[in-house]
């Protein structure tokens, strides 16, 4: 049976709206954390021009394989296995664009600066290459709303190394990565989509 998340049923059109404007001229994508691949899927199948690469640790790789193989598109190629911490990353000009979903929340911080780093070195060549990261945000060390401050404890009490990301602190890692903000983008639950470019190409 293939494996489902509900929240991306009703996060994913608000996230194509806006890899509709980010990615329309781009042509290679790697996701980073792909986890059940509804997300790969759907998105592959509205951006037909894009070549959509999943990848993830290795114990979710079945079950992307799985929403992969029924949908049968031709810009969904086979998985990769990739942590984030300890890699493969891809070779850097392979990909011009990078798209992560509800992942940095539940990385330890010292995969959230690996996930910057190797994104930025990944996109180190691709001219106007784009990075856009979906998920909960703080701002100035504070909550958008009372579901993100239960959501946070929900987190830590599960692992505490995992946590609402500071949006500043995020966008520090991203520019040490040569990748400058260029949009914040308010979506539905209190996420935020950010999108970063390649600051030279």
């Not at 037909?48 to 929403?67: E, F, T, Y």
Request: with cysteine; hydrophobic share 45%; proline share 6%.
């Amino acid at each position: 049976m293939k494996p489902h998340a509900p929240a991306c049923d009703r996060n994913r059109d608000p996230i194509l709206a806006v890899l509709r404007e980010h990615f329309a001229d781009r042509r290679r994508v790697l996701e980073i954390g792909s986890g059940t691949g509804q997300h790969a899927v759907h998105f592959a199948a509205a951006l037909p021009w894009l070549d959509w690469q999943c990848s993830d640790v290795a114990a979710q790789l079945a079950g992307i394989r799985l929403w992969l193989d029924e949908a049968a598109l031709p810009n969904t190629p086979a998985p990769l296995e990739l942590d984030v911490a300890r890699g493969p990353w891809p070779e850097s000009g392979r990909f011009d664009a990078v798209f992560t979903a509800n992942t940095l929340h539940i990385m330890g911080w010292p995969e959230v600066e690996a996930f910057f780093a190797g994104a930025g070195r990944l996109l180190d060549g691709a001219q106007g290459g784009k990075l856009v990261v979906y998920g909960p945000f703080n701002y100035g060390g504070a909550y958008t709303s009372d579901s993100n401050r239960d959501f946070d404890a929900w987190l830590a009490a599960r692992d505490p190394r995992s946590a609402i990301r500071d949006a500043e602190a995020v966008e520090a890692l991203a520019s040490a990565a040569g990748l400058g903000r260029m949009a914040d983008v308010a979506m539905p639950a209190n996420n935020r989509c950010l999108v970063f470019s390649r600051e030279k190409g």
